[in-house]
């Protein structure tokens, strides 16, 4: 081969050398990457959560205080002097027990007198009953006396002479009516006799007003009186009756709830509440027991109680709670964390993960939510991952390396 063919050949060996090493060296184009985004950002983690079945409850969370179930002032029936108190402040007592003792030396004459009116009209009956007697035998005699004259009168004219026997019928018929007379005197004796034993009733009545007892099982809260003080009436309109003392039932407490407007709708009874109580940090599982049906002008809540159960005397009237108390309940249904979820008006849309890891967006229907779940109708099936948190580093056909979070964790904030 000549010189001149020789170094062409060397001049393109050269060229051809250049052009490769600058073709190799050269870095990637976008059209010698199929599927350059999901290459670039293949390195990206993500946080995903499964959808997966649970309960879901729509709950109110909602401060409220501890009230006695009974709470009242026990007053005196009648006026008097204490003669004897025999509870004070804190002490328990029981249904029906004696709290104070009366004294009241009027109403024992009272009684005294009604029970000698009751002998009296007693007395009166049995002589009422004597003069019916009397009168009933004499009216008898006279009229027998009248019918033996009236007969022997008819049987033989003018045998009897017509005063006689006019004489014997006025006695026959006045006997008659002193009968009549004996028994309207026993009927009125009776009836006084009634309306003597009424009175002894009544005084009687009074008398055992002298014992003050406790209208219910409780607790005394307040003495407002001691040994010796004179306490009115409670039934006294022209004075303002004190109280001896002021009794609360404890065993068992209300507690009030305010609930709004908003939800007061939703409220049922026998719906589930759990309680905290915070002074105690313990919590008390309840169900609505009874609620006002109705809401209070100012505050535009309504009344909801709980009974609490407080045999063993840990919770005081008065302490404040926090209550959940659930509205609504849905068990089994397909539930992903509200992180993962976008809304725009009334759609919704999740970013959901393929088994090659690449993001597709869709479009979910929702249902219940609660404070970290929300239902899923239509869109994701059981077991389907979402991408939780934010959503502006992500888009649709975009490849990730998916970090699995728990449903507990993504509730609390942390990867499992």
Known sequence: MNPKKLLVAAFVVVVGGLLGWAWLGRA???????????????????????AERRTLGNTLTIAGEFKPFQDVDVHAKVAGYIRKIYVDVGDHVKDGQTLAILEVPELAAQLAGAEAAVRRATEEIGRSQGDLERAKSSHSAMHLAYARLNDAAKTRQGLVAQQELDDAEAKDLETGAQVSSAK?????????????????????ALSDYTRISAPFAGVITNRYADTGALVAAGTSTSTQAIPVVRIAQISVLRLVLPIPESVAAQ?????????????????????????????????RTMQTEIDCQNRDGRLIPGMYTESRLMLREKKNALAIPLEAVVRNGE???????????????RHVKLGLEDGSGVEVLSGLTDGDRVVIGNR?????????????????????GGEK
Do not use: C, W, Y
Request: hydrophobic share 40%; glycine share 4%; charged share 25%.
């Open 267 to 299: 409220i049922r009874l026998g719906d589930p509440v759990k309680v905290h109580v915070q002074a105690l940090d313990q919590d008390i599982e309840g169900k609505v027991s009874r609620f006002a049906d109705s809401l209070d002008m100012q505050t």
């Open 347 to 361: 759609d919704a849309t999740v970013l959901a993960v393929d088994s090659q890891s690449i993001l597709e967006e």
């Open 392 to 412: 502006s580093q992500f888009r649709s056909g975009q490849r990730i390396q998916p970090k699995e979070v728990s449903a507990n964790a993504s509730r609390a």
């Open 28 to 50: 990637p184009s976008r059209g010698d990457d199929p599927n350059p985004q999901a290459d670039n950002l293949a390195q990206i983690p993500a946080a995903v959560a499964h």
């Open 184 to 204: 309207a005197a026993l009927s009125a004796a009776r009836q006084e006799l009634e309306v003597a034993q009424a009175n002894q009733k009544q005084v009687s």
